[in-house]
């Protein structure tokens, strides 16, 4: 199994920033995408942006430059810089990977256990 273990929420200002870690652990064999959605209250769960591990990002449009992802493929961590927060922007953020835990198994989709974001106006 793999466990994830996510930090760096909290409550900030419009027009902050914030940095979420997300680290991964446990029966990896390997990480093939790492990334952040979020889901506000009485709204889908939504992609915020995906980072491959050859380094190709993929973003929503409404966090365009404003949020940049990375990652550490030796430390197995994704990191999700968010400048210039909105409070669109509050919401429960989740990290996501998809990862073999063995070389002969599929890759599978694993979640975090969210951390929160709250942006006032």
């Known amino acids: 199994q793999v466990q994830l273990v996510e930090s760096g929420g909290g409550l900030v200002q419009a027009g902050g920033s914030l940095r979420l870690p997300c680290a991964a652990s446990?029966?990896?064999?390997?990480?093939?995408?790492m990334g952040w959605y979020r889901q506000a209250p009485g709204n889908e769960r939504e992609l915020v942006a995906t980072?491959?591990?050859?380094?190709?990002?993929n973003y929503a449009d409404s966090v365009k430059g404003r949020f940049t992802i990375s990652g550490d493929n030796a430390k197995n961590t994704v990191y999700l810089q968010m400048n210039n927060l909105k409070p669109e922007d509050t919401a429960v953020y989740y990290c996501?990977?998809?990862?073999?835990?063995?070389?002969?198994?599929?890759?599978?989709?694993?979640w975090g256990q969210g951390t929160q974001v709250t942006v006032s106006s």
């Open positions: 980072i491959t591990s050859g380094g190709s990002t």
């Open positions: 446990g029966s990896i064999f390997r990480l093939n995408v």
């Open positions: 996501m990977v998809v990862a073999k835990p063995k070389a002969w198994t599929t890759a599978v989709a694993y």
